[in-house]
């Protein structure tokens, strides 16, 4: 299995090679050469897998045994679930009106986030020990981000991870689970900006091929390949769990109904429908609503602003991965892809070929949802079930309170409605807050302040300098060059 970009200027890798270059050289995102095709058979036996199961099955087409054995797979995969507090990892919720609820967020920091990312840090362990190699990661989050990446590769010897969040615009709880980690490898920094202020020195250094390659600069964003690997198991496991049987012919469809923020997580749904798996997508997104215009009117064209929601994670105005849905839906044409999508970066805004507009719509059904329609989601969800719904889970649930369904549906949760109060409050709710939440709050922190005028860049580089000197001195060599990265959110 070979790795190969979007845009189809720079050679193919193998899976080693995706997960250490986020972007590829050329601009664009790197995809399977071929995508596995999986027929009735393989569905079947698959349909009694546990959670973990399914992710060893699928990671295992992507990953060949030649770079990764079967049973280092293994391990690794259940090494990474061993955190999470459900006994299933994941867990599906059946609630009243056919309102099924599939829990992502049974992990450290409560986010779906975590499912990808544990398992990512344990592909990049593995690699880095057998190769006594260094990484430095650089992290720009608006929030859920930071702290599953800082989960995912807390204390591990080879990798020095940065995170730079924006002060005071997190939630309280959100801004604690970074700051509390007090390891050496995990540097916090809180700049007095906004998101896109503080992506600009990250932009920077990234842009710098030099210092990217000499200090084996990389991120975990869904840019990174290893996410969107892992994120299908989402699409089977809540296919197994939603359909009544696979005893018919053809096989029963289910409907899967996609909070969507920067494209990662509908991305692996697409891929799981070009697998074979009998699914119809829809995405869901908030105010921000760039795919949404997209997927009615083939209009992939920025809006004039970033409108701040109740649902914060998915207020993105470049939602990256649609690179790799177009490409997916363009049978690879790696040439058309790159065509659009430097024509979108010069201008901003692309109407898509009429063909392929058709293709996506096929694909996907969308919808938006405002901070009145999430609002009433969770109500209505808390009146009639006594559960809470995060206000990212609330976009799923208001398109499905909204649309007659006539086939098994599932929404996807992506965090717990304990990471965001404010908007419980909002919607006249009372959190309940898990006692390791509240413990955060004793907690001692520890992070380094960006101010205003100051280079952020360069506190960066100083401090990327200083730990990859000091890891150099304690393996007695120098750190070989690796290869540069990409911006994470």
């Known amino acids: ?24 050289p050329d601009g664009g995102l790197f995809m399977p050469q071929r995508m596995p095709s999986l027929g009735r058979d393989t569905l079947q036996r698959w349909s009694s ?25 293994d391990e690794l995969i259940d090494r990474a679930f061993s955190r999470f507090r459900h006994k299933s990892v994941v867990h599906l919720s059946r609630l009243k009106d056919g309102l099924n609820i599939l829990e992502l967020w049974h992990g450290v920091t409560y986010a779906f986030k975590d499912l990808s990312l544990s398992c990512t840090g344990q592909f990049l362990q593995y690699f880095l020990e057998k190769k006594q190699k260094h990484v430095n990661i650089l992290v720009g989050t608006s929030g859920d981000t930071g702290s599953s990446a800082i989960e995912s590769v807390r204390g591990q010897k080879n990798v020095d991870i940065f995170v ?23 540097h916090v920094f809180a700049a007095h900006g906004n998101s896109d202020e503080i992506d ?25 390949w290893s996410r969107i690997m892992v994120q299908i198991a989402h699409y089977f496991y809540a296919y197994f769990q939603c359909t009544p049987c696979l005893d018919t012919s053809p096989l029963p469809m289910v409907e899967i109904v996609v909070p969507t923020g920067g494209g990662g997580n509908i991305t692996a749904g697409c891929i799981a429908q070009k697998m074979g798996l009998p699914i119809r997508l829809v995405t869901v997104v908030n105010s921000n609503d760039i ?59 692309l109407k898509l070929p009429e063909d392929l507009h058709k293709k996506l719509s096929e694909t996907l059904a969308s919808c938006s949802a405002s901070d009145q329609d999430i609002v009433g989601a969770m109500r209505r969800c808390w009146e009639e079930n006594q559960y809470l719904l995060c206000p990212h889970s609330a976009v799923a649930a208001h398109y499905h309170y909204s649309q007659p369904h006539s086939i098994p549906r599932c929404c996807l949760a992506p965090a717990s409605a304990a990471k965001f109060q404010d908007a419980l409050l909002r919607a006249g709710l009372v959190p309940q807050i898990p006692p390791e939440i509240t413990a955060l709050t004793a907690m001692e922190t520890r992070s380094s302040p960006l101010e205003r005028g100051q280079d952020w860049a360069q506190v960066l580089r100083g401090q990327i300098e200083a730990v990859t000197q000091q890891w150099e001195a304690q393996v007695g060599q120098s750190a070989p060059q690796g290869r540069g990265g990409s911006l994470g959110r």
């Open 200 to 224: 600009e020195p990250i932009k920077e250094l990234f842009a710098d091929v030099d210092f990217a390659g000499k200090y084996n600069l990389m991120s975990l964003n869904s840019v990174n």
């Open 291 to 349: 795919i949404h215009r997209t997927v009615q009117n083939g209009d992939f064209s920025l809006a004039e602003s970033v409108k701040a929601t109740l649902a914060s994670a998915m207020d993105i105005q470049e939602p990256y991965n649609v690179e790799r849905i177009l490409w997916l839906l363009s049978g690879s044409d790696s040439r058309l892809i790159k065509t659009l999508m430097e024509q979108f970066n010069i201008s901003k805004r």
């Open 164 to 186: 730079l969040l924006p002060k005071g615009l997190c939630t309280q709880i959100q801004e604690l689970q970074m700051t509390t980690v007090i390891e050496d490898n995990v």
């Open 1 to 24: 299995m070979e790795y190969v970009s979007t845009r189809g200027g720079t050679r193919a890798v193998d899976f080693e090679g995706a997960l250490f270059s986020g972007y590829a």
């Open 49 to 73: 897998l546990s959670y973990p199961e399914l992710v060893k099955e699928l990671c295992s087409l992507f990953i060949p045994a030649t770079l990764v054995p079967r049973n280092a797979l």
